[in-house]
């Protein structure tokens, strides 16, 4: 996602454990298919949280040779074609609606433009630490839409998540900018709103058929936008144009088809305040790469601020993941 991918959408959004009036039923699997078990979900939303760690990085090696609305489209285009070739035909069809499409198009297309042109004006790290804001917004959104509401000790984690990223946020070592943070921001707002909204998508649905179907939005959104650019230039000879092309598509196979794919699959198992959880990865594996692989400082401010969203992360994570959480495993809003 980073998206800062935001999405999703995430997550990508929020660890919270929640006290309902009563308990929450449990969803019934969707006719002719097992229910996802919770182990398999947990595994399936960590390694997509790895798996999105990895999309910064590989966005900003990829922005040295395509415009961030070109990088959106061949991003979400290769990884639609993949699945488009590969997913129950079926299963398609009945996901071919067109509020898939357009929380496709919003939150992934949309939010990754916006990601990729705060990206093109900040840092890896900066980006990478400010998506930690999504378990936040996720949270905010989920207790706003669907009256969820967390644990006081999964707000006071909120809080100081965003604390840290306030922190973060007033340096500008590696080439980070306020705007160019900000868009970031704007863009993890947009994947937190559809986090929460993909559960209903999913109901009753084949996972990777609705996935296929928003990778196929969020490239539809980002055309006219690369259009109005102008055409891609052909890769750098050497070195750099082979990397960018690499970038381009690690990005799209391990930034975007893994990771959104397996969260769709996790997602269809638990509530989206949950899910959203397991977005804390990318923060740490984006900042960490960005430090090592593009040489971003890592000064007191970095750290300070690092460890806050960490910290905060965890604060927030954990009571969604045990004690009354696991009464909300399987169910979504």
């Not at 160019?180 to 998508?201: E, I, P």
């Not at 690690?250 to 996790?266: D, E, K, R, S």
Request: no cysteine; glycine share 14%; proline share 7%.
């Amino acid at each position: 996602m980073s998206i800062t991918r935001l999405p999703v959408a995430p997550d990508l959004s929020a660890p919270a454990s929640h006290a309902p009036a009563s308990p929450a039923p449990l969803r019934p699997a969707p006719a002719g298919r097992a229910p996802v078990s919770q182990r398999r979900a947990v595994a399936a939303l960590a390694a997509a949280g790895v798996a999105w760690g990895t999309s910064v990085p590989l966005s900003k090696a990829a922005l040295g040779w395509l415009s961030p609305g070109w990088l959106v489209v061949a991003r979400f285009a290769l990884a639609a074609a993949v699945l488009l070739v590969t997913v129950d035909r079926s299963a398609l069809r009945s996901a071919f609606r067109w509020q898939v499409l357009a929380w496709g198009a919003v939150g992934f297309g949309g939010s990754v433009l916006v990601q990729n042109a705060g990206l093109a004006r900040t840092s890896v790290t900066h980006t990478a630490l400010l998506i930690g804001a999504g378990p936040v917004l996720v949270a905010v959104i989920a207790a706003a839409w669907h009256r969820n509401v967390a644990r006081p000790v999964a707000w006071a984690g909120f809080a100081l998540s965003l604390g840290g990223i306030v922190v973060v946020a007033g340096g500008h070592g590696g080439g980070a900018t306020g705007f160019g943070d900000a868009l970031v921001l704007l863009s993890v707002l947009m994947v937190a709103t559809v986090t929460v909204a993909q559960g209903r998508l999913l109901e009753g649905q084949n996972p990777a058929a609705i996935t296929a179907v928003q990778f196929v939005g969020a490239a539809l959104a980002a055309l006219p936008v690369a259009i109005a650019g102008g055409l891609p230039h052909a890769p750098a000879p050497g070195g750099a144009g082979a990397l960018a092309l690499v970038a381009v598509v690690g990005l799209a196979v391990i930034g975007t088809l893994v990771p959104f794919t397996l969260f769709a699959y996790g997602q269809h198992a638990v509530s989206a305040e949950v899910a959203g959880a397991f977005l804390n990865l990318e923060p740490l594996v984006g900042s960490l790469a960005g430090v090592v692989f593009f040489a971003d400082p890592a000064g007191p401010r970095l750290l300070i601020g690092g460890v806050a969203i960490l910290g905060g992360i965890v604060m927030s994570s954990v009571p969604g993941l045990r004690g009354r959480g696991r009464a909300r495993l399987a169910t979504v809003g």
